[in-house]
């Protein structure tokens, strides 16, 4: 059979080739009918092949030195962490929302002494974005639009710490021996 | 470091999937990924961010796996025990279940080059350069294996 059908799924064609294979796909009835089943082929090989990819652990270089700076520093963490649960209660009615689009978010996470935090997740495209610091109260901020579902997040402190969402229950650990927060934004619609 | 996991999640499930086609078996092929993704960032560091280069080390390591498990697994018993994994079968959609079949009786180098084409991910240069054969051999041989995938899916409806 005329290999111009693979040519065509895997986008080789060049604009003189296309019009050829256009043209054959109008002339000749066979040909029509073998592109056909193997575009349908070609769809079923690249459909998903498993229902869940298996979670996997992609070691991080320095990795221990991360946790042994969390691990001397249990008279910061904790007081921190209390006040963010207090700050999240406090801000966390005053979440606007913009229904049926994204809902507006806002995290919120207290660290007096880093000169940079970011927040990277699953509505950033894993992109980290610095947070602002809020005057000199210590409290970093920013407000993120969210779809409705479950979202994954993780604060990143001096561009090498990535530390979980103290206010927020659900994490799982990512493939990078890291761990993120989960939320759920519920439809607004 | 942040980019690299951008990276990571962006080619995680293309990387198995691959695996998946050009070897069948989900335990492999997730421990290949494990080992690609950590290879090329040890190796290459965070900034080194090539699909290309990631598959590249994907494929030689089951090249090499392949060529371990020749090795130390020469008997009929052996051979039958490697293609036959009911239970992670399971795992694997059920509509895909005969594709992955059809695909494990290509001969190897057309299953090759159609695995890494089915991620729409490479043109036929990359895909030459990946497996090691000329950019002309790719276009000849990836329609070959499409047509000889259509033969083993059809014959596997028949037997059905």
């Known amino acids: 059979m005329n290999p111009m059908i ?59 030195m991360l946790t042994l700076k969390n691990l001397i520093r249990p008279a910061v963490l904790i007081p921190a962490a209390m006040a963010c649960i207090i700050l999240f209660l406090i801000f966390l009615p005053s979440v606007t929302t913009t229904p049926p689009g994204p809902s507006l978010n806002r995290f919120v996470i207290y660290r007096p002494e880093a000169g940079r935090v970011e927040i990277t997740g699953s509505f950033t495209g894993w992109k980290r974005v610095p947070l602002q610091k809020v005057g000199d109260s210590g409290y970093w901020e920013g407000t993120f639009g969210l779809t409705a579902g479950e979202h994954r997040y993780t604060y990143i402190i001096e561009g090498n710490e990535p530390i979980a969402d103290p206010t ?22 | 470091m942040e980019t690299y996991k951008t990276f990571y999640i962006q080619y995680k499930d293309k990387l198995f999937a691959y695996l998946m086609r050009l070897t069948g078996d989900y335990q492999l092929s997730g421990d290949t990924m494990q080992e690609s993704f950590t290879r090329l960032l040890s190796h290459y560091g ?26 130390s697994c020469s008997t009929e018993d052996c051979r039958e025990d ?79």
């Open chain 2, 46 to 71: 965070p900034n080194e961010q090539s699909a290309a280069l990631l598959f590249k080390i994907a494929r030689n390591a089951v090249m090499d796996n392949a060529r371990k498990t020749h090795h």
């Open chain 2, 82 to 160: 490697e293609n036959h994994n009911p239970e992670a079968m399971v795992l694997v959609r059920e509509t895909y279940r005969a594709v992955l079949a059809a695909m494990q009786q290509l001969d190897k180098t057309e299953r090759d080059i159609l695995s890494l084409a089915a991620g729409g991910e490479f043109s036929y240069r990359d895909i030459a350069d990946i497996v090691g054969i000329s950019e002309a051999n790719v276009r000849v041989r990836i329609h070959r294996a499409r047509m000889n995938l259509r033969k083993k899916l059809q014959s596997g409806k028949d037997d059905r």
């Open chain 1, 6 to 64: 693979s040519l065509f799924l895997d986008n080789e064609l060049n604009l003189e080739e296309k019009c050829l294979f256009v043209e054959n796909i109008r002339n000749d009835k066979l040909f029509y009918q073998n592109s056909l089943q193997l575009l349908h082929q070609e769809m079923l090989i690249r459909s998903d092949v498993v229902e869940q990819v298996p979670r996997v652990d992609i070691p991080m270089p320095g990795r221990w």
């Open chain 1, 168 to 189: 927020v229950l659900a994490m799982e650990k990512d493939d990078f021996g890291g761990v993120n927060s989960i939320i759920h934004v519920a439809d607004q619609a």
